[in-house]
């Protein structure tokens, strides 16, 4: 009957941005009335064409899913019972004041998750709503995953978001760590089809090298796979700077007269011979110096790290040196190296960003552990402690925004544990989860297809310049409210409660502009509008004149042209000058040496992976992308499968300092003999939550093991990458 239904009405399509990953890619939904046909990549995307991945099918299983909520609900001893707005409105208010009055400001904690990022409403209102609490207490997913990018972009560059791109589409060498963009779709490399981008690298006639204690998807697509031990990437990099500098290869070219500190550079490498650490990392020296050399002789190459360097014990140094190879080597800032987006939203020029010499880093800390702040967070590393000690400074409640750190930080068990301690909690989610069953009230945004969508973050990482503005597909239901309404009367509320003389900023347009409006004084603004600012120096290829309504009338996105040189106007440090050798740096490799001195016990390392049809703790409620066969499993090498007495489909016990898990063997050669590996984001299996598919899939979350006490000290990132473990036989 249904069928026949659907063919009697007219199809429409629906073009738009998925914002699932950080690649941007363009759909084209064929629906009628409420019913969606199909979910297919949009061919005419200019960026993506036609690029898509299962998970965009999933957007479908959200729209529809029973378990996602639309209206706000509280906990009762009873269990969940619905609310309306004003009261949960009025109960959040209440509850988080009450706190403060007797706490102080700082007793309020906030934790966003990456779903912000993929969200303009989050976007641009969380950050009023979150400054309207007061509180310092402010923590992300960002010190899980990329602080020290930003870390080294700020201390080198002089701002945190001028992080260099790697051009995959004109390079001719890419040395990849760490990354595994054949199952994460890329990561400070939004680039929608990674895998033909990369191929086109072979295609012509140059290289991929991938470094990774996993022989990963795109390691099986490479030309070259070293295996490393898990958190010896900086040790390889300076080694490979050692090469470099002994052999003479290195070619700043026009940059040299910017730079400061290539003496400096050349000094510390002279320590790290590829034969003096070859047994830390596990690659012999003379591939080091191959890796080097070719490196060298390419027309054009660029050295990408990426999550797996970025969260281990040294992420801050591996970003720095990662940076330095592609600075001495003339690969920095020219085509073919790694470069600087020119965004039609320009996120650093319009929201003001450019203050050179702006300190952002250390200017509070934690109170249990004096972890540094940094662009305004505390590491999450730290959140669990600041809950669960008693004292003055205590954090008393928590709001948590799209985040379940639960799952996703390290030693999660304490966190929930810690949650469970609260006076007051609140979360704004789309699900009753992990983290969120906490809360005392949930207020839930609409999400997906009932939402507008500009991304205004990715286009910052793109590989290529473009813009493209999503309209909303479905009507929300009655009642439903935008995550931007949300923070919008929370922040009213807040401040009105706090003192009202505060001085207000004339340009706060979050207070009275609805999204798409200031989208579309952002594009007006920006480089490609009529009243563009750095419009000449961005060189914007002649376009000009971007709006919203330009965007949808083009449907499919416009192109904006290939990256170009960019450091004559992006440059943000206070002499303008490239920082090669910042001192915060230079003296990590203290603790680096430190490290290594030791001779390591040898115990097993864990480390994590994904998997193309999950997506972070999240997507595991979608029937479509938890079939077939169970993903989270021990990746084990033979060599130790043997060596424990294990095999294929076993069940073992994986014991950390923390905790311990139980879940079944998967026995392959594509590990590293030393290393073992567990998927991120699993582990359904808590009482109280409320995600009918995902809990059938439960497995075990990777977090009940990883360490909040490990970390990358300097930056404050959570180091998940060499975890030591050990196996034992179940009860
Ligand atoms: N061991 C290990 N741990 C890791 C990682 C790893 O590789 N290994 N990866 C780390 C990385 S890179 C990251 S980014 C973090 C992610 O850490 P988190 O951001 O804490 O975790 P997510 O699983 O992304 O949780 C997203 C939350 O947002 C909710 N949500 C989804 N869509 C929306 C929406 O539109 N609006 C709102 N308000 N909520 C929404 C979901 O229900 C969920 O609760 O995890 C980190 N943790
Ligand atoms: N399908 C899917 N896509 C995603 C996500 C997802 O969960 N699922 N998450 C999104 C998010 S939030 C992010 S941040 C990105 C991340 O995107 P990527 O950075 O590409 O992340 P991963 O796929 O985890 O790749 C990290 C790689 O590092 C390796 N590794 C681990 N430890 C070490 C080490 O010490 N040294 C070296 N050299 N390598 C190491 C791992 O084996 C793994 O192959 O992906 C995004 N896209
Ligand atoms: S690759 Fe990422 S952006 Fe593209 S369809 Fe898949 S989830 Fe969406
Ligand atoms: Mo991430």
């Not at 906030?110 to 950050?127: E, T």
């Not at 054949?182 to 991929?208: C, D, H, V, Y």
């Not at 928590?398 to 985040?403: K, L, N, S």
């Not at 502009?513 to 952002?522: A, E």
Request: hydrophobic fraction near 35%.
């Amino acid at each position: 009957m249904r069928t026949k239904n659907k063919e009697k009405r007219e199809t429409q399509r629906h073009y738009r941005t998925c914002n699932l990953c950080e690649a941007m890619c363009g759909l084209e939904i064929e629906y009628s009335g409420q019913d969606i046909i199909a979910i297919r990549g949009d061919k005419n995307d200019p960026f993506s064409q036609g690029h898509i991945c299962p998970k965009a099918t999933a957007l479908e299983d959200i729209y529809r899913d029973p378990d996602r909520l639309k209206l706000p609900v509280r906990r009762t001893e009873t269990g969940w019972q619905q609310m309306s707005w004003e009261e949960a409105f009025s109960e959040v208010v209440a509850g988080i004041q009450a706190v403060q009055a007797k706490h102080g400001n700082n007793a309020v904690g906030v934790y966003q998750g990456n779903p912000n990022v993929h969200n303009m409403g989050a976007m641009i209102y969380s950050p009023p709503f979150v400054r309207s609490l007061r509180t310092k207490n402010r923590f992300s997913a960002t010190s899980a995953d990329q602080l020290p990018h930003h870390f080294a972009a700020d201390l080198m560059f002089g701002h945190p978001q001028l992080l260099p791109i790697p051009d995959v589409d004109r390079t001719h060498y890419m040395l990849m760590l760490g990354a595994n963009p054949l199952a994460s779709n890329g990561s400070i490399m939004t680039a929608p089809g990674i895998k033909k981008r990369l191929q086109g690298i072979q295609k012509r006639g140059g290289k991929i090298v991938v470094i990774d204690p996993r022989r990963t998807e795109t390691a099986v697509l490479a030309d070259e796979h070293h295996f490393i031990k898990p958190g010896a990437d900086a040790l390889f990099l300076l080694a490979l700077l050692h090469t470099i500098h002994a052999e003479g290869l290195d070619n700043p070219g026009e940059l040299a007269s910017q730079m400061d500190g290539l003496s400096v550079i050349q000094d510390i490498v002279a320590d790290f011979s590829p034969e003096s650490v070859a047994d830390k990392t596990g690659i012999p020296a003379e591939a080091v110096k191959q890796i080097a050399r070719d490196f060298c002789a390419s027309k054009t190459a660029v050295c990408y790290g990426r999550m797996g360097v970025s969260t281990q014990e040294f992420g801050g140094l591996c970003q720095w040196l990662v940076n330095v190879i592609n600075l001495v080597t003339g690969n920095m800032d020219s085509p073919g190296g790694a470069m600087f987006p020119a965004p039609a939203i320009d996120v650093i020029t319009v929201l003001g960003g450019n203050r050179p010499g702006k300190q952002r880093f250390n200017r509070w800390q934690s109170a249990v552990r004096k972890l540094p702040e940094f662009g305004g967070e505390l590491p999450v590393s730290g959140l669990a402690e600041e809950i669960l000690t008693e004292g003055p400074a205590q954090i008393k409640s928590m709001v948590t925004i799209a985040g379940n750190p639960v799952l996703s930080s390290p030693n999660g068990r304490q966190l929930d544990e810690a949650f469970e301690n609260l006076d007051f909690m609140v979360s704004i989610d789309i699900y009753i989860n992990e983290t969120t069953r906490h809360a005392n009230i949930i207020l839930p945004p609409t999400t997906g297809l009932e939402t507008e969508h500009y991304d205004l973050v990715f286009h910052n990482l793109a590989v290529r310049n473009s813009s493209k503005y999503s309209e909303a597909l479905f009507e929300p239901v009655e009642g439903a409210k935008h995550d931007w309404e949300i923070f919008q009367e929370l922040r009213f509320r807040f401040e009105n409660n706090h003192d009202t003389n505060r001085q207000r900023n004339k340009l706060d347009l979050p207070r009275r502009l609805p999204p798409r409006k200031i989208i579309d004084l952002g594009l007006r603004f920006g480089p490609y509008g009529a009243k563009g600012i750095n419009q000449k120096k961005l060189q914007t290829n002649g376009q000009q004149g971007l709006t919203v309504q330009r965007l949808i009338n083009s449907k499919h996105g416009i192109d904006l042209g290939p990256h170009k040189p960019m450091f004559n106007v992006r440059l943000m440090t206070e002499n303008g000058r490239i920082q090669l050798a910042p001192q915060l740096l230079v003296e990590d490799l203290e603790r680096l040496n430190s490290k290594f001195s030791k001779t390591p016990k040898e115990p097993l390392t864990l480390i994590g992976r994904r998997h193309l049809r999950s997506n972070n703790s999240w997507m595991h409620n979608s029937p479509r992308l938890t079939k077939g066969k169970n993903r989270c499993t021990l990746l084990i090498s033979p060599k130790d499968a043997d060596k424990h007495q294990l095999e294929d489909g076993m069940m073992t016990v994986v014991n950390s300092r923390v905790g311990h898990v139980q879940l079944p063997v998967e026995v392959s050669d594509e590990m590293m003999p030393g290393v073992v590996s567990i998927p991120h984001g699993w582990g359904h299996n808590r009482k109280g939550t409320q995600l009918q598919v995902a809990e059938k899939h439960a497995g075990v979350s990777i977090n009940d093991l990883t360490d909040e006490m490990t970390m990358d000290v300097l930056t404050g990132n959570a180091a998940f990458s060499g975890v030591p473990v050990w196996l034992s036989i179940p009860e």
